[in-house]
């Protein structure tokens, strides 16, 4: 009798713990996944050594909300969560690149129709809102484009776009004249790669093409098919 009531309670023992694992291994796994998705978050939400360093945002994730400024100083706030139409957002580096001015111009050929379409287009640069309009050189004059500064980088960290410059990079472009300091309004000496998002009505991406070579920039073909894919209602936008 002894030995039979031992062992009923060393099997209730062994019950118990079983039944603890299959609880606690659910939680663990949920507070992992948290764990990892809050280094990812802040692994992003930093400025990288270098262009080829940077941890962008892909397609499919959640766009984050940022704060970016106008040209006029004041702020300009982009929440995902409140898009009354899909959004375009074009992050480039400055006015004085000239590869962006390039880019800038080209886009004059599908920016208007994409903005028919049902597109809020969105131009963000790391020029200063004092620079921002002026720096363009007259490639936005005329057109219909939001021009915000992201001077602070705020929008560039958190979609895992900001790098820093090199002290060498740095001093090379003010040997040739190029106060990047000056440009920006800014110390970090930090700038975006180059990036083109497509955001759909519930905040998520749903296409990503991102260049650590500033020189390569997103063609317009390739653009159009991400906005037809999403506003046609097709899957699988991905990332270029």
């Known amino acids: 009798m002894f030995a039979n009531s031992m062992g009923a309670q060393s099997y209730n023992a062994r019950t118990n713990r079983r039944n603890d694992m ?5 939680e663990a796994f949920f507070t992992l ?10 692994a992003r ?3 990288a050594a270098s262009a080829e360093e940077t941890n962008p945002l892909t397609a499919g994730g959640e766009a984050p909300a940022f704060t970016a400024r106008n040209a006029d100083g004041s702020d300009f706030v982009f929440d995902p969560s409140a898009l009354e139409r899909p959004a375009l957002l074009i992050f480039y580096r400055g006015g004085w ?4 001015n390039s880019h800038l111009a080209e886009l004059r050929h599908v920016v208007p129709e994409l903005e028919e379409r049902g597109m809020d287009v969105y131009f963000l640069s790391a020029d200063s809102p004092a620079n921002l309009s002026s720096a363009l050189k007259g490639e936005a004059e005329g057109l219909d484009y939001t021009l915000l500064s992201d001077a602070r980088l705020g929008a560039a960290e958190a979609f895992g776009l900001a790098f820093r410059m090199s002290d060498d990079y740095y001093q090379r472009a003010k040997d040739y004249g190029l106060d990047l ?6 110390t970090h000496h930090a700038l975006p790669v180059p990036a083109v998002y497509v955001i759909d009505t519930n ?5 990503a093409h991102s260049e650590p070579d500033y020189t390569q920039r997103l063609g317009n073909d390739e653009l159009r098919a991400a906005v037809d894919n999403l506003l046609e209602g097709r899957s699988g936008a991905g990332d270029a």
């Open 45 to 47: 939400a930093e400025i």
């Open 33 to 42: 996944t948290i764990a990892l998705l809050l280094c990812t978050g802040a």
């Open 181 to 186: 300091e000056e440009a920006s309004g800014e």
């Open 97 to 100: 690149c000239p590869y962006c």
């Open 22 to 26: 299959r609880i606690k291994q659910p």
């Open 203 to 207: 905040g998520v991406v749903r296409f």
